[in-house]
Structure formats: C-alpha cells, structure tokens
C-alpha cells in the first residue's frame, strides 16, 4: 500500500475533489450530472434535485479497481417542502494512510415550471500518513431549465472562488470546474443526456 501513499501524495500540488461520486444512476451516464435530476445531484448541480417530491435518502459504496483498500463511500439525504430543497451530503475516498472527506449542504429553490437554482457549500478535509491533515472550504452553483417535456437544459460551477486547503504541510486545491449540460426525454422511459465539463487545468471533458 506504501506505492498508493507514494502516488496519491504526489498528486497533492495539483487539484483534488475532481471527481465526486454521483451515485449509480448518474455514473451508469457517465458521471453526467449537469441536467439530469437525481438524488445524487447534491454532488453535482445541486439544482438537479427537485424531481424529488418527499424526503429521500441515498447510500453508496465503491470498491475501486486497483485496489480491494480503496474506497469510496458517499451519503445523500434531500428534504423537500413546497418548492423548496434542502440537502445535505457526505463523501469520504481513500484508504488508512490517505483519505480525502467532503460534507456538504445544499439548498435548493424552483421558480416556476421551467427554472431552478441550487447553492452547495463545502467542508473539506484531507489526511495523509506522516504529513498531517488540512481543511477547506468550496461552493457549487447551479441552475436548470427545463425547456418544455422532453429537453432540460443545466449547467454548475464547483469551486468558482478557486479556494485552497489552509495547511502549510500540505499544499493542495479544491478543483474548479464548470459543466454544462442537455438531457432528453423521448419517452417516459428513455433518457439521453451530455455534458461538457472543464475541470482548471486539465482537458475538455465530454460525457
């Protein structure tokens, strides 16, 4: 396990939390989380929410495919009162030397038929082996639109104030991205969605 401690510290300068776990729906359409509404939008855009109608719980589990130590477990709950949402998260990846956590809450407002906004804020924390741990703090922005019964349209910013961890011993980022997205209905049960994601930094992702 020495080599995952190795490999992930090194990672540490550049920019962690790019990949947030949206459950199995949303990682079955290729993590494509920008407007598509889901429970696991809260780690996402968090204005993807409001499809729910009464209070909801999620639970997720992931064992990944190098490593039968490293793990990803996530929590989302959603309360629902008239057309309003209020949410809450949890995310924790990692194994015993080196973990990354993330709480958040999140609130949630439609406008109508057709729009919605959501506001996600962030508690962040790291731990690594013999460097110690550091904190931070993020938040995610996001909107919906849904232009008539088959076409919703969305998009989200993570991090836009591009804050860092707070820590001297360990130097790292919150990721910055912003996604957009087009989901289609065809039919009550065929769903096609894309988006387009630009993590800072790094290439141009389509999903």
């Given amino acids: 396990m020495k080599i995952w401690t190795v490999f992930l510290i090194s990672l540490t300068p550049s920019y962690l939390f790019a990949q ?31 499809s729910l109608t009464k209070a909801t719980v999620s639970l997720n589990y992931t064992k990944h495919l190098f490593s039968d130590e490293i793990s990803t477990q996530a929590l989302v709950a959603v309360l629902p ?5 209020v949410g809450a998260s949890f995310q924790q990846y990692g194994f015993a030397e080196y973990s990354e956590s993330k709480v958040g809450f999140a609130y949630s407002k439609t406008f109508g038929k ?4 959501g506001l996600n804020g962030n508690y962040h924390q790291l731990k690594i082996t013999n460097y110690g741990s ?11 639109y849904r232009l008539n019964k088959n076409f919703t349209f969305g998009g989200f910013i993570s991090n836009p104030t591009k804050q860092k961890f707070n820590s001297s011993e ?3 980022q919150i990721s910055t991205s912003f996604n957009v997205g ?11 969605a894309t988006a387009v994601s630009k993590v800072l930094n790094n290439p141009l992702m389509l999903a």
């Fill in 170 to 172: 360990i130097s790292a």
């Fill in 134 to 144: 550091s904190t931070g703090f993020s938040v995610d922005v996001g909107a919906l």
């Fill in 114 to 117: 057709k729009l919605s906004f």
């Fill in 20 to 50: 947030n776990n949206l459950g199995p729906r949303l990682t079955a359409l290729g993590n494509n989380g920008a407007a598509v509404t889901d429970i696991w939008s809260l780690q996402a855009n968090p204005a993807g929410v409001i």
């Fill in 182 to 192: 087009v989901s289609y209905y065809p039919s009550d049960k065929v769903l096609i």
């Fill in 81 to 85: 009162f008239k057309n309003n949402y």
